[in-house]
């Protein structure tokens, strides 16, 4: 097994080992900005219902975490008790469900996520729906929909790190993938979530040269462009993690999609956007929360400072002229009110 097919699932999540370790040498840390539950944060995904923000997260069960001003978060459950039967049944070994992401259409929450393994590309994305992300509302309950979308040893790439995305014609997509043949995508049928039956194409997006480092697509319209955010290099090592956030833009959804320099993306380009600094090691796998007339850039970082935890950061995003993001410093004040 070559290093980069073993790459694609070490770098792909936090490693069982590396969770259990850092849950006991966890110390106390001055502040980040974020406060509460922000430590053990990996792959996070944002979306705001009503007043309240909610984050999805890798781990047991895919936890959520709730915040009301961006600033304190406190835990809010998970969304499984354990790993769905199909999922098991399908990949006997996992033990865990990766990189959630969520996109509301056709009057319900679609959360979609990734079961495999490490260093495996035999995996699956399986959905799950609810009308409501308020837990303590009577109508709060998750339907898993099984399968979406799987990739086998046969095929060149892996269906992990899934996002959901609109088009301005209000249909759903869903781009995923790691390593390997890199990032990918699919349309989707809006009424059931699944893979749309009359547009079967595996369109590619981006990809990157050997090692093949990239995954943790997130994909955000605005203006004329959609913009291709990924990750690049390695995550899931600790203050050795060297991961950084990449972005690219086209006016199509399916691409092509191309750097501020003009570079290809499927040719290995992507304009950096964020990347460690100090005691912020390993920035990554983010997504981004439009609210009101503001943009915000969620992800999360290896704390240098603290045993190398995965951690929540949140930093506002403002665009140039030309339109292309620059994230600002980490919010350390609560985000003001956004009208409705």
Not at 120 to 138: F, M, W, Y
Not at 140 to 166: C, H, L, R
Not at 323 to 336: Q, T, V
Request: charged letters at 25%; a neutral charge.
């Amino acid at each position: 097994m070559s290093h980069s097919k073993f790459s694609p699932g070490v770098c792909s999540r936090c490693l069982v080992f590396l969770i259990f370790f850092q849950a006991i040498t966890q110390l106390p840390a001055p502040s980040l900005a974020q406060e509460g539950d922000v430590r053990r944060v990996h792959d996070p995904h944002i979306i705001k219902e009503a007043d309240s923000y909610y984050i999805f997260c890798t781990g047991f069960g895919i936890p959520i975490r709730q915040s009301s001003d961006l600033i304190n978060w406190k835990k809010a459950g998970k969304v499984f008790d354990k790993v769905p039967a199909w999922a098991k049944e399908e990949i006997p070994r996992a033990w865990s469900l990766w990189a959630p992401d969520i996109l509301f259409f056709n009057g319900k929450y679609h959360l979609y996520y990734s079961v495999s393994t490490f260093g495996k590309n035999r995996s699956c994305i399986g959905l799950v729906t609810n009308t409501t992300l308020d837990p303590q509302s009577k109508d709060y309950k998750w339907d898993d929909q099984g399968k979406v979308v799987e990739s086998t040893n046969n095929d060149d790439f892996n269906a992990i790190d899934a996002n959901p995305v609109m088009d301005d014609k209000n249909n759903p997509w869903l781009c995923f993938g790691s390593f390997w043949g890199g990032i990918k995508m699919r349309r989707l049928d809006i009424n059931t979530g699944k893979t749309s039956a009359d547009d079967t194409k595996l369109y590619s997006l981006a990809s990157r040269p050997e090692p093949k480092a990239i995954e943790g697509a997130y994909i955000f319209r605005k203006g004329d462009y959609y913009y291709l955010f990924v990750s690049f290099d390695f995550c899931c090592k600790g203050v050795k993690s060297n991961y950084n956030i990449r972005v690219g833009r086209s006016k199509q959804i399916t691409g092509p999609y191309v750097d501020k320099s003009g570079t290809p993306m499927l040719e290995g380009g992507g304009t950096l956007v964020l990347e460690g600094a100090g005691r912020y090691i390993g920035p990554g796998h983010n997504s981004i929360l439009h609210d009101g007339d503001k943009d915000w850039l969620v992800y999360h970082f290896y704390d240098g400072e603290n045993r190398g935890i995965a951690t929540l950061q949140i930093r506002p995003l403002t665009w140039t002229e030309d339109g292309w993001p620059i994230p600002g410093e980490p919010l350390k004040n609560p985000a003001p009110p956004q009208e409705k």
